[in-house]
């Protein structure tokens, strides 16, 4: 198990370092001069200079790369050239948000999704198997902002059930009000997904050798399906879970805008047109440690899952 | 000894293209995919014909208004026609799809294959690097590529085809590596062909299959990655129409005229579901488990 | 040990059993119409080839056919309860319960996230309505009569600790936990090696005499047969076409299909007082009429240099673990082997599992790269050959592989694939190509047409066929057959042999037979080496090694094999409980050197402790 957790652990930083680093050739090569693209046309030689020497552009390549590692690692982000404040200060601020949203979603997922695979995998080729897998290719067929567009369209705005602009202010059910439709818009498609993996997942599993032998054990079907299968076809779902982890959080930027919602997203979307590039290094940063400790996660969930793998 | 076979043999091309047909017809839901699909791409080709309006003509005393006759789907805040718009949206999004789903495939085959191989070292690298790509959120990737490039088509479309790369690398190096495995690239080997030769004259039509599978599937989420980052402001410069950039402005005004962020959604909705339910079927047929008949 | 005759109340009696199958919208028979039945404590056989209906027969009784897709009618009577009739409820209640089933595939029967004591708890749990912890004394008692070592310490393993006998054996726990009248086992021990295999029918033997109860054993091995079987059932494509007491059955057949079926059987002791291979004598299924072998000469040619000269290979693999991926192990899996094989001459290189003899195969292809030792073809050091050099010695040393589904390119037709050696080579052109291809599957006994097919419109046999003819497309001097008969069925794989000793007296082909099949061996082979752990413990001709065996190893090998022949039952041995030791060392051990010892002319014996 330790062999494992450090093997993991390491293939972690590696992820860090390499992410840091095209965050660094990213922010670099960009045609142009950044400087001048942040001051704009206009500006005069001075001041574009002056930027430069403030941002640390005009030391040689290595030492800003170490300044910068360094400083990433440290805690220190650069400070962000539109509100002024550090880079790290803003990103906690809002951190919480994204990470509400995104387990909530994630819980709906699976909470829908889990039982519907099932269901679908049992009944196969049957007309409940057709019906949810068609209702869930639908479902994740979804780009976020469309679902979340209707959602705001017919609960917010055609019946006022819900807020236009979701942010809560203290009470529990304003919390409700504000968390509701944001969740529902990525968790119906995330339940989508979910359904699809369980199923295949069942399927794969209930024509294994093993439930052949718990059958002509005499098990009954139901226990032959949840604790025999399901405790199986855990294992992929898992994995793939994990994996849709990363494409929930980006998901979440676009939702995150069309309900007003403060988090990541909005922070990221407002550096980016403002070309904030210290505050743009800060999110990869962010976003980076966020999958990596995601996929830590979904490793260590994973080495209980599967007894084969405690061995390691 | 010669049971059954009397028969005479079809050529090689009549059998391939009749286990094409036998595949589409496992799930007949992949002929409507396919169906709605191309009628889509034929209205993007037509464009020019079929359009009643000049997408990028400006009308302001026509503008927000609903669905009439004249305008069939109403006009933005331009008194541009949103029909029009969405026709020529549809050339966008088309192109920039195919072109780096395209790029990507041929580019994450080719590594994937190469890694799965060979590998050993090569392999454990490849993959690696192609992990940290796979886990980074690759619409964020994505969107901060065009970004640092500069939203132009080309931009997009190498920032989309380089998020995609990874998967497809990862979908052709596990075939690989299983058929690999398989006697009949030992006995390729022990015939004397030369590696390269047992790549792409074995192994890749072997695979092939589940590569082209991913790839219509991949489409819908190039397509789908493409509306997100005009949603976001990232998309190809205004006034040029993109569906991404029709539902930015629409949702602008969404409290009155709703239809204009909807249509295009829609859209969007319909032709990603079109391709999902095309790729999906197929992969039915190549993978007669998920069927349910083992 | 007497066989039992049915009595007026037999355990099951099957009557005009019909089951069928829908595939693709249409309905098709497999199981057409069978009778049997099986009396107290007795043991019935129900033997076929692939395709004859025997599994089916038995998921048919136990109730496990897919409902959605299949259909059986007639009479199943337990006991004189009709199951067919029974509804799913009820009938769970039989299986695991009445009728324990266990099945061929040891490694994927287990469920890998339960524990071994809970999966056998299970059905206590379950049948009797044990508690938790009573369920676990039992299981612990039930572990230790199937003879698992440490008993109480499994109880809480995940199955993937165990190897596939030890499996087999917790299989055999599950079954018996509720003491079934009747157990099913379907192919239990074909996945296993014949040592282990041996142990397992023993195992059944005796529990079944503890137990009394009645055993169904569904087999294709007619030595298995004839070791247990009281009576036995012969099935073809869905008819029971014979059945009869085993001794009866053996010494008489009637049908011309188990004549020929018992024709195909390489007995092990048959080859006595021969010298030279001999061809097996097909008798027509549908006529029975018998084929006359003539009594041959050795087609081996010793006068000349052999063909191959092996000294001295080893071939290890690493095993890295740990993070930073050092060789924490290697397998040693060829050792120190050393021997020449003539044109003409077939070699059996015999063993059980990971004792190295495909890899040897492959290391002499240099399929796998062998870490030391020479290898001289023809005189040519294989090893030290360039990739240009290699490519043109392979055109003279060829393999045919285990597996006949997988050797060839599912996407390729097979005249392309026969083809394709020659084109690739530049020895003909496309033209040319096509007519060699043409008189090479004549050669090999398949109609010329057959070119433009694809491979999954043949049966095993036939592609096992055209892998031979795509391997003879280059004139090969040397032929690996790594177990390239193993996975035919038993008529198929005697007719596959006598190809294969046709086109050696033909063509002067040397054969490195590669085997786990001792029977078969001793038909086929003019020389034959006996493998255990990546080594050689002995070899020599034929007769000299398997009439007379001097090493340990050797003796038990030859003591574990079934003889199809009734009334040869052996004596109830102690049982034992061997596993069969990996070639693993660690990174920094050095093998001892090995002594030899040559008994008599060419029979060489690894010296060991006695």
Redesign the interface.
Known sequence: MTTFLVRRLAFACVTLFAVLTLVFVLVRIVPGDPAQLILGDQASREAIDALRQRLGLDLPLSQQYTVFLLGALRGDWGVSMVSGQPVIGEVLRVLPWTIELTLVSLFIGVLLGVPAGVYAAIHRNRFADYAVRISSLLGLSFPPFVSAIILLLVFAIALPWFPVISARSGSVMAWYQSITLPAISLGLISAAYVTRVTRSAMLEVLSEDYVRTARAKGVPWNVVIWRHALRNALIPIITVVGLYLSILIGNSVLTEIVFSRPGLGKLLIGALNQRDYPMLQGMMVIYTLIVVLVNLLTDLAYGFADPRVKLK | ??TG?HA?????FV?FASATLKAFNTNK?SWIGLAVFLIVVLAAILAPVLAPFDPNDQNILEKLRAPTLEHWLGTDSFGRDTLSRLMYGARISLIIGVVSTLAAMVIGTAIGMLAGWHGGRLDTVTM??M??L???????LG???V????PSMVNIIIAIALTSIPPFARIARAPTIAVKE???V??G?????SDT?ILIV?IL??ILPEILVMGSLWL?NAI?TE??LA????GVKPPTATWGGM?REG?EN??DS?WL??VP??A??IV??AL??LG?GLRDAIDP?????? | MSAAAPTQWPVLAVRNLTTAFRVDGEWTTIVKGISFEIGQRETVAIVGESGSGKSVTALSIMGLLPAANSRATGEILLEGRDLLKLPENQMRHVRGNLISMIFQEPMTSLNPVLTLGFQIAEALIYHRGLKRAQAEAETLRILERVRIPSAASRLHEYPHRLSGGMRQRVMIAMALACRPKLLIADEPTTALDVTIQAEILELIKLLQDEEGMSVAFITHDMGVVAEIADRTVVLLNGNAVEQAPTAELFASPREPYTRALLAAVPRLGSMKGRLAPQRFAIVDPVTGAAEVVPDTASTAVVTERPVLEVAHLVTRFDIRSGVLSRVSARVHAVEDISFSLHAGETLALVGESGCGKSTTGRSILRLVEPDSGTVLFEGEDVRALDRAGLRAARRRMQMIFQDPFASLNPRKTVGGAIAEPMIVHGLLGRADAHDRVRELLRRVGLSPDMASRFPHEFSGGQRQRLCIARALALTPKLLVADEAVSALDVSIKAQVINLMMDLQADMGLAYLFISHDIAVVERVSHRVAVMYLGEIVEIGPRAAVLENPQHPYTKRLMAAVPVPEAGRRRLRRGLSTTEIPSPVHQANYVPAPRLYREISPGHVVQAFDA
Do not use: W
């Not at chain 2, 949603?231 to 990232?234: D, E, H, I, K, P």
């Open positions: 000894m010669s076979l005479a043999a079809p050529s090689p059998y839901t690696q690097a992990d940290v796979l886990a980074f959120p690759s619409l964020i969107l901060i590529l970004a640092m490039l500069g398989r006697e009949f030992d006995a080997r022990a015939l004397g062909y030769r074995h039509p072997n819908a789908r509306a997100s949603f976001v402001g990232l539902i949702f969404i409290l709703y962020a909807l959604g829609v969007i909705l990603i579901f999902n339910l999906d488990k998920l069927k349910g008949e083992a």
